[in-house]
């Protein structure tokens, strides 16, 4: 995963499709709310495309996880996994939770929201009860920190949610 670095300058297509969208809502919204109301409009733009990059990561992840045989559990956690102890113990909300067996090793991932106010962020966590060197090296990423707890052992992005690839890279480890 972290060992070949790749570059890619073509044209990022998707990127480009994303702008156009959040665009498209804009102007439609404004049209909706009329001229006068161009700050209301951008407000109804922005919720609306964090409501659909919401719905995005939710498909990608049950997706995930019915490719790997795992349970989807949404916003609740199994009462095995020790939330508590760890350092995401003071989220707000839990989403995207899922639970399975890999290798013989029970893997918990959820995203969370810590925090208020502006120092409010959203964290991907990666947890598997059994070995300590759970995730190889994989788990000693650029910005990934890694925490033990009990028998559990934990990887997540800092401040940030793990991506797609990273989460399968990590799985693939195990």
């Given at each position: 995963?972290?060992?070949?670095?790749?570059?890619?300058?073509?044209?990022?297509?998707?990127?480009?499709?994303?702008?156009?969208?959040?665009?498209?809502?804009?102007?439609?919204?404004?049209?909706?709310?009329?001229?006068?109301n161009?700050?209301?409009?951008?407000?109804?733009?922005?919720?609306?495309?964090?409501l659909?990059?919401?719905?995005?990561?939710?498909?990608?992840?049950?997706?995930?996880?019915?490719?790997?045989?795992?349970?989807?559990?949404?916003?609740?956690?199994?009462?095995?996994?020790?939330?508590?102890?760890?350092?995401?113990?003071?989220?707000?909300?839990?989403?995207?939770?899922?639970?399975?067996?890999?290798?013989?090793?029970?893997?918990?991932?959820?995203?969370?929201?810590?925090g208020g106010?502006?120092?409010?962020?959203?964290?991907?966590?990666?947890?598997?009860?059994?070995?300590?060197?759970?995730?190889?090296?994989?788990?000693?990423?650029?910005?990934?920190?890694?925490?033990?707890?009990?028998?559990?052992?934990?990887?997540?992005?800092?401040?940030?949610?793990?991506?797609?690839?990273?989460?399968?890279?990590?799985?693939?480890?195990?």
């Amino acid at each position: 995963m972290f060992e070949e670095q790749r570059t890619q300058l073509g044209l990022d297509t998707t990127r480009l499709m994303w702008g156009a969208v959040g665009t498209a809502l804009l102007v439609a919204a404004s049209i909706a709310l009329g001229v006068n109301n161009i700050v209301y409009a951008a407000l109804c733009s922005y919720v609306a495309w964090c409501l659909f990059r919401q719905y995005e990561r939710r498909k990608e992840i049950q997706q995930f996880a019915q490719s790997m045989g795992f349970s989807f559990l949404g916003g609740s956690l199994p009462p095995t996994f020790p939330m508590q102890q760890t350092s995401s113990r003071w989220a707000r909300s839990i989403s995207h939770a899922v639970m399975g067996d890999r290798n013989k090793k029970r893997l918990v991932l959820f995203d969370c929201r810590m925090g208020g106010g502006k120092s409010r962020f959203q964290r991907s966590v990666l947890a598997v009860r059994g070995q300590d060197h759970a995730f190889g090296v994989a788990q000693y990423g650029p910005d990934l920190l890694t925490e033990k707890v009990g028998d559990w052992t934990l990887v997540y992005g800092g401040h940030r949610l793990l991506s797609m690839e990273e989460i399968e890279a990590l799985v693939g480890e195990m």
